[in-house]
């Protein structure tokens, strides 16, 4: 009888539970101490029908022979048929008796008795909803569906919050398919219990069978971070992996289950499965005896043991065990369906094919229960022209559905071609307005395999590399040049790949190598182009770069009149300067950190003031710093930046760095000279508005002194 020993443990479980002052969870452990049906009920339900004190003596008897029979593992339960009964005897009012003796006699196989005990455990107490639930699972489990959520919904009329009802009713609306309705209930059920985890368990089932793959494994993890070593939450993730092709990832899910529930006929049934699939018929054979030691008559386990013994050779045992099968199952066709196929396939016997291909189709016209594909087979195993002629059309078949697949492959890479182009044009033209880095040429898409975005890379900077364009679904590997990198695929036609600064500019082949070793790499050879930002801006940038330029300028000059701070004597035009000067104009009562904005500073070698050279910052390629320090003479200075390539003409603004004495500003007449374009050289010395006299060092000395705030600047 050992067979639903767990099971019926489940069962008393729950009954014992009705006993304590709060419903508990199927399979959570119990306070058992409790006895009597004064007891039974949740706080909020009314009170079952007072009983004597001597019937609830002999309850709580039986419950302490059911526990004691649990610590030791051996449960009698014909034994505690009897001591419930004679509670019953005592007094028969007693609900909980009636429930705890249908569960007995449901662990029985006595379906019949364990229906009436429920019903009439409800009949006397109608908020007893446990026996509600294992009712309407009973109903459930001889296909009475209908029945089963009737019961359910009375009870739910009782208590519209009980959890073992809502999950019962949830896992029958899963059968019927009505995945989302059941997930609402089981939903229901850990909202207000976030540890139940037979709610875990159906919604990672009930996920699993909707195809969320994703959200059944999620569920199952927060699971099994409940109870770690659940065996339903186990299986279920095993069947996951199995569905993700990882079948040796999935038959550890289920050797896990299997050691903490050995009689779970589901997960041996997998594991039998996986042995199937892989043609270890040693391993399913074995499986498959296993459920029938817990199952005799598991109709599915005897078919499966059939398959394996044939698959491991012993052609006449299946043989022999098919015909019993087909003699126990008369109106069953699926044993003469494998004696048909045995027949032909491991004995070639032509008569006893026929003999027995017929006989199953003779079942299958009575029954009208056989596989549309099951009867496809046993017609063409008896007629074998039939076969020939239905696989040539297979064949045609198969050609047109091959040409259709080449023809949406063709039209796909003509749009990945397209794809290619645009890409191409659009990094270009933003690489032009940017003056970033370009390739020697503009490609297009039918010149490269796939386009590499950025086009070109600053051999300065680290990069997120780009590839799209192409079919990237079986990508091994790629390589710049000789060295592998870690890419990530986005999606079948784009993946991604970090590159860091520090590579030698110029062209760097970028290969591509498959999962499938037959199939050529695709190789771009210079597709990654390193090559150092021009110094100077591209055309489409340096009109972009004169209008921020302007706007700089035009901000710099309003916020100084608004604040009253110094200004030039001449308010000069930004089409007329290289670049602005922030602060304007200053007093250098303190050390100054002047920004140089509205110009591209790229390559810059070194910054000069008047005569003098002076450390400077460029915090972005926008912006140059330097300090002037304090107590620098007043005057008009030229502001020199000159770049590494000497054969770049300077970036040079005649009397851009305007100091003026505190509480004066330059006299009218004073105006800046204009910047120096492409052929006029910048002067040395600082411009006085009175005179001009030789330039002397600010505060005495041939470099500026160190400011005190903000922090002189590194070089760069």
Known sequence: MHKNRRLVTLFLALVLAACSSTPEKPDQKLDTTAGGAGAAAAPTAAKPPDVSAEARAAYAEAVTAYQDQKKSGAIDYRGLVEKFERVLSIDAKMAEAHYNLGC?????????????????????????????????????????????????????????????????????????????????????????????????????????????????????????????????????????????????EALAQFRMALQQAPDMIPTLFNVA??????????????????????????????????????????????????????????????????????????????AATQKECKGYLEVCRSTGRCPANQVEIAKKTIDEAMQNIQMDEKIKEEEKRMQAEQAALEKRLADLEKA?????????????????????????????????????????????????????????????????????????????????????????????????????????????????????????????????????????????????????????????????????????????????????????ARVDFGKFKVKHLIPDENTLEFDVPKGTKPGNYDIKVSYVDKNLKPLVFPNGLVIVEKGKTPPPEQKPAPAVGKEQAAPEAPKNPEKSPAPAPPSGGSEPSEPAEPAEPAAP
């Open 104 to 248: 007995i006699w449901e662990a029985l196989h006595d379906d019949a008795k364990a229906e009436g005990h429920y019903k009439k455990a409800l009949e006397i107490f109608p908020k007893l909803t446990l026996a509600a639930a294992n009712w309407g699972a009973l109903l459930a489990r001889q296909g009475k569906l209908d029945e089963a959520l009737s019961v359910y919904r009375r009870a739910l009329s009782e208590d519209a919050k009980n959890s073992a009802v809502l999950l019962n009713m949830a896992a029958i609306l899963q059968t019927q398919k009505q995945f989302d309705e059941a997930l609402k209930l089981a939903a229901q059920v850990l909202v207000r219990d976030p540890t139940n985890i037979g709610a875990y368990r159906l919604m990672a089932s009930l996920y699993l069978d909707k195809g969320d793959l994703d959200m059944a494994k999620l569920i199952c993890l927060r699971g099994l971070a409940l109870r770690e070593k659940d065996p339903r939450l186990l299986n279920t993730m095993g069947l996951i992996l199995l569905q993700n092709k990882k079948a040796s």
């Open 273 to 350: 499965k996986i042995a199937l699939d892989y043609r270890d018929f040693k391993v399913a054979r074995e499986q498959f005896k296993k459920i029938l030691e817990y199952e005799p008559d598991n109709k599915k386990a005897e078919i499966g043991l059939g398959l394996a013994m044939r698959g491991n050779g012993d052609h006449e045992a299946a043989r022999q065990h098919f015909l019993q099968l087909a003699e126990k199952y008369k109106d069953d066709a699926l044993p003469r369906f494998w004696l048909c196929q045995m027949a032909l396939r491991n004995f070639n016997d032509n």
């Open 420 to 604: 290619r182009t645009e890409a191409i044009e659009k990094e270009w033209a933003k690489a032009e307005e940017a003056s970033g880095p370009l390739p020697p040429k503009k490609a297009t898409g039918a010149e490269v395999p796939f386009v590499v975005i950025p086009l070109a890379v600053d051999p300065d900077k680290d990069y997120r590399i780009r590839l799209m364009g192409a079919l990237f679904s079986d990508v091994a590997k790629v390589e710049i040049g000789t060295l592998k990198v870690k890419h990530v695929l986005l999606d079948e036609t784009t993946m991604e790949f970090d590159i860091t600064r520090g590579r030698e500019p110029g062209p760097w082949d970028v290969m591509i190598t498959w999962k499938d070793k037959n199939k050529d790499p695709l190789l771009f050879q210079g597709g990654l182009w390193v090559e150092y930002p021009p110094c100077q801006p591209r055309e489409k940038h340096k009109a972009r770069i004169d209008q921020e330029r302007a706007e700089i300028l035009d901000k710099a000059w309003k916020a100084a009149e608004e604040a009253g701070e110094p200004l030039p004597a001449t308010k000069y035009a930004a089409a007329d300067i290289p670049f602005v000067p922030v602060p304007l104009a200053f007093v250098s009562d303190k050390p100054v950190r002047v920004r140089l904005k509205g110009a591209l500073f790229r390559c810059v």
